[in-house]
């Protein structure tokens, strides 16, 4: 029985490494390959604040701590939180390399000395790798692309931008009050292309008002404007937001599990293979919000995603033929 019990792990085990490997082009094996180990974020937070805020009072699921639930208060300095952070993680996993994560609010939404100051003080320090700005597509601008360049020559740091996009569906973006569409989100990415920085678009599969469609869809744009990388996330409702208001009262719904699950494989089968997948459900402390992951753990949901996806033989690029020209296909004999 041991031996049988011991041999079903193994298989479980090998079950789990292949599917993450076939299934989706993961985030982490990116990492290993870039830098020749595994390199861990460092989320860090600015005393910045964020445009939409100011003019309409966020987004409808924006909480007033923003997103950082990991990282230190924006009253310590950058170095501080760096070197605090990175302790712990190197104890921990014994840890060599890091990526600056300058997670929360609108981080570009800063002056340009400013700015510059707060990323030249995270390139300084050792076994940063590299530094991972998050910001809005609406602050998007050539100078600040140079500013992150010059730093990232100065310190020999790559240099990532991680743009909040969320759906394509122009109608959901205005229920949600993002206060963007989809033009901005096109000026951001082909002004970044021009600096070589790698992008990567963060989405929401679960939107209330959106469909399976828009899902597809939005892999669809993502893969033709071509992005590095996509972060998912699972639509989570924080405490003592607009979202949660419409939440408690009814007037709006979330999807189930089953139909994030669907949409989470139909999403990555429209997806270019070539695109790195950084995540596929939120994390976030249940303490702060009034809806979670249905309830359901992380790594179950993870595990639940990769079980259908291999029962529905789905995978990352299976319906990536629409580029190119796709429809000229029908005038070969033999197709493409």
């Not at 861990?40 to 966020?58: E, S």
């Not at 570009?108 to 100051?117: C, S």
């Not at 949409?263 to 009034?290: H, W």
């Amino acid at each position: 029985m041991k031996v049988v019990f011991a041999f079903t792990i193994i298989l479980y085990a090998e079950k789990v490494i292949m599917s993450e490997k076939i299934l989706y082009n993961k985030y982490s094996d990116y990492l290993k390959q870039r830098y020749g180990e595994k390199v861990y974020k460092l989320p860090i937070n600015l005393p910045v604040t964020c445009p939409n805020r100011m003019d309409g009072g966020g987004c409808t699921f924006c909480a007033e701590a923003g997103t950082g639930f990991e990282a230190m208060h924006s009253s310590v300095s950058v170095k501080d939180q760096i070197m605090q952070t990175k302790l712990l993680i190197a104890r921990r996993y014994h840890a060599k390399k890091y990526i600056a994560y300058f997670q929360n609010y609108t981080n570009t939404f800063l002056p340009l000395d400013v700015f510059y100051r707060y990323i030249k003080e995270a390139a300084e320090i050792e076994d940063i790798v590299e530094i991972s700005v998050s910001t809005r597509p609406d602050c998007i601008r050539g100078d600040y692309m140079e500013a992150l360049r010059e730093i990232g020559k100065q310190y020999r740091t790559a240099v990532t931008i991680e743009l909040g996009l969320q759906t394509v569906n122009y109608h959901t973006l205005d229920s949600i009050s993002r206060g963007h569409g989809i033009a901005e989100f096109i000026d951001a990415v082909l002004t970044i292309q021009k600096y070589g920085f790698p992008i990567c678009a963060h989405v929401i599969l679960n939107l209330p008002g959106d469909t399976m469609r828009d899902s597809n869809e939005t892999a669809r744009f993502l893969s033709a404007l071509r992005v590095n990388i996509v972060k998912l996330h699972s639509l989570y409702v924080p405490k003592n937001t607009r979202l949660s208001e419409a939440y408690e009262n009814g007037t709006i719904t979330l999807c189930s599990k089953e139909e994030y699950i669907r949409r989470l494989a139909g999403f990555l089968e429209y997806l270019s293979p070539d695109i790195i997948v950084e995540r596929l459900f939120s994390r976030v402390p249940e303490e702060e919000a009034v809806f979670s992951n249905w309830g359901t753990s992380w790594w179950k949901l993870h595990d639940e995603a990769m079980d259908y996806m291999t029962e529905h033989g789905s995978y990352q690029g299976r319906r990536f033929q629409y580029l190119n020209g796709a429809a000229l296909c029908k005038l070969e004999s033999g197709g493409c």
